[in-house]
């Protein structure tokens, strides 16, 4: 794992050139993966959300879902391929201006990510401090690095400042988290 | 690509040691990727069935969805990593004894797969002919060459015979896939 020490940038973008209303994290990262599928650049998907379905009726136009429950991902939200890459990550946003807590991340999914890294995969978590205006992708080994060497509930903002990656955002993409993969792991990706 | 001529099974299994009772392809499979996932080999998944929600009531026990619609699939049912490598593929049976319908795949299902492979994958569509005892894989490249190369709107077993390569069944895992796969890319894939 290398970490270019240039890519650690702790400057916030103060000027964001878009409005913010009911731009929450997910939309953006759905809209820079269609930008992204788009450009046939990456392929990554979000799940869809994991129900149980208890009770389906059948009427004219076909199936009607008249009863289900969520049920917790066993996994993370996205998944994907990226220039010959497994790529996995999850996306959080905080109110919190300090820190980030974890009991945020299900402990499967904490679990999901090591796995992910572990077996050659590139894993990471989104973290968006709302307050801030500041997402950052954390790697799964600098999540796990944390969880593991600390008994903390919640990871600073100081240990982002310090390990993790700042997204820049813009028009469109509006997350550009694949520049930050880029710089990380170009010499892992094939080339384009 | 390579085709190593010596995986292209001609013959089924002609016994196979468990009940079939109940026990058809996505539990099969699902039962096999449990395997893998509990061995630390492989990390795939089926996805959760995509849906529409349209009406969510909330009781005492939390959330419950009163109405919702099946949405179409935009990619396939399954995916994951396995040694380094992205693994992305779509299972099927068919009760013909003769050829595998296309119209069992979506369009847009085999976009997907096309590029999938293109992006550095492994993609592969499982088809079990139910009535025969088979369930083969057909790669992606197969598959697309399949249908840029004729209108026939099944894909005959006999091109099964020729281009795919047959999953041997077993105990546990049911469906040893992965096994076509190490045989296939073996020297593409993270050591174990």
Redesign the interface.
Known sequence: MKYPGGIIQKDAPKNVSYDNRGMDLENDINQSNEYYRDK?I??I?K?????Q?TKVDYNKR??????????EP??TDY????????I?FEAKETLSKTSFPLSNIHKHQIL?LK??YL???IAFLIVRFVKLNKTFILLGQDLISFIESNSRKSIPLDYFLEKAYLIEEKYIPRLDYLKVIDELYGGEL?GK
């Open positions: 046939n990456a392929f998907y799940k869809p959300t994991p129900i379905i076909g199936a009607v879902i008249k009863e289900a429950y969520f049920k066993s996994t998944n994907g391929l990226y220039r010959g890459k497994y996995d999901h796995n992910m077996n050659g995969g094939n």
